[in-house]
């Protein structure tokens, strides 16, 4: 199968070219031949997608818009596999050159700010439809920011996304949240596919290509109880990775730990994985809690490399994932889990799809998610060495249903339909 990959940018930005980066050599090594198109070579410093040999290369920006289009048109693909473009106009030119995908890593097409979140007056997730009426609601709950005109630009932008996820052949998502999200916003429910997604495993378990090739992952934890293994250890560690911002919720992360300290009743010692803006107010607050709780430290160790998330996972009791706003999916999770590394989370977004409470962590209420809640979450967690024991096995299991093999099989069952007019077994739908 031709298959053209079409994203904003070639630069290893976010979490859609991560997973750009790995998809791509998995479909080629798959005997497909492969075709990358992108509006811009931005931002510079940034990593480029590394491209398998002999894989094409087009980008907008240095082609031209006319050129650039050609090109894409003359190579013929059978398929176009779209995940996100700035334009609209750009977007609507390619559907007239092939059948297309597109995997919907967020709110595309559904929300003004792409953040499905209330800000006012108190965080929680915002669950409309996305219509004209949500401009009344964006000023009184802070969804984005003070520009009437950014405002309206922006209302317009997501009209024209959510207009031309019509005229795609099949919509991917990677949660049953997502699916229901386009479903509400009238997408047929034939072409609303949730296919299974994929988790890093590494470390003791087999490699996202390694997975793609066996039978099942073959990661198992040891035998033993964990809290023996650690009698030894001063203090339960707890871990946050991800960015630093309001709605990834490190604040109120923070605010639950005295409670923490308090009923569990041992020390505490909290990694911050990350970077983001609220960085410097994140470790402000932290250092007022550290002053007030004694056995509480809290350190922030920047963003980190692959290897070293790895060894903190690997040193980690249970990783905290507060997000405040609707998770798509939440990646993170299954990565901790492929380590044996249980979760305490809002019950938020997608977030339920990969943590089911009491199997392989806990859930905090998400509507509107607290501080209170998510102290009990991390407590309920970590309280009793039996329950905890069995949290780190539930991980594991619960991880394991993540990998990229499945998530293949599943993506070409929807290309093979498409292309071929083969029936789809609907993977991952229901």
């Known amino acids: 199968m031709r298959i053209a990959v079409i994203n904003w940018s070639r630069r290893r930005v ?29 931002p510079r410093n940034r990593e480029e997608i590394a491209l398998p040999e002999g894989v094409p290369s087009w980008c907008v920006e240095n082609l031209g818009e006319r050129r650039a ?9 059978d398929l176009i596999y779209t995940h996100k473009l700035m334009s609209p106009h750009l977007e609507a030119a390619t559907l007239k050159i092939a059948p297309a995908v597109f ?45 009437p005109i950014t405002m309206l630009r922006l209302f317009h932008l997501q009209s024209q996304r959510l207009k031309l996820l019509h005229e795609y052949k099949a919509i991917l998502t990677h949660s049953q949240h997502m699916r229901a999200e386009y479903l509400k916003h009238g997408l047929p429910p034939e072409r609303v596919y949730n296919p299974s997604y994929y988790a890093h495993g590494s470390g003791k378990s087999l490699s996202a290509s390694q997975a793609g090739q066996s039978d099942e992952l073959s990661f198992t934890l040891p035998e033993g109880d964990p809290f023996e293994q650690r009698r030894d250890r001063p203090a339960h560690h707890l871990l946050f990775s991800g960015r630093m911002d309001l709605l990834k919720g490190g604040r109120t992360l923070i605010e639950a730990l005295p409670q923490v300290r308090d009923e569990l009743g041992r020390p505490l010692r909290v990694t911050f994985a990350g970077d983001g803006p609220d960085r410097a107010a994140w470790e402000r607050k932290a250092l007022k809690a550290q002053r007030r709780v004694e056995g509480l ?24 994932f507060p997000s405040l706003w609707p998770e798509p999916f939440g990646l993170s999770g299954p990565e901790a889990g492929f380590h044996g590394v249980p979760v305490a989370a809002f019950d938020v977004g997608g977030v339920s799809d990969w943590l089911i409470d009491g199997v392989n962590g806990h859930l905090a209420p998400g509507d509107p998610p607290t501080a209170e809640g998510l102290a009990q979450a991390i407590i309920e967690c970590l309280q009793n060495p039996a329950t905890y024991n069995r949290l780190r096995h539930g991980a594991v299991r619960i991880a394991q249903q993540f990998n990229l093999k499945n998530h293949l ?22």
């Open 14 to 42: 976010g979490g859609t070219e991560t997973y750009l980066s790995l998809i791509i050599p998995e479909l080629a090594r798959l005997g497909h031949s492969l075709a990358f198109w992108h509006e811009t070579d931005k």
């Open 69 to 77: 289009l050609a090109a894409l048109r003359d190579w013929r693909p």
């Open 103 to 147: 995997f919907a890593h967020d709110y595309y097409g559904t929300c003004i700010s792409g953040a499905k979140t209330f800000k006012s007056p108190q965080v929680t997730p915002c669950s409309r439809e996305f219509g004209w009426k949500c401009l009344l609601h964006y000023y009184p709950h802070r969804c984005g920011g003070l520009s």
């Open 297 to 320: 430290r809290i350190e922030f160790a920047g963003w980190v490399e692959r290897t070293q998330l790895d060894s903190l996972y690997e040193d980690s009791d249970l990783l905290v």
């Open 409 to 430: 099989a599943a993506i070409m069952d929807v290309f093979e339909n498409i292309v071929h007019g083969t029936p789809d077994s609907r993977v991952g739908e229901g």
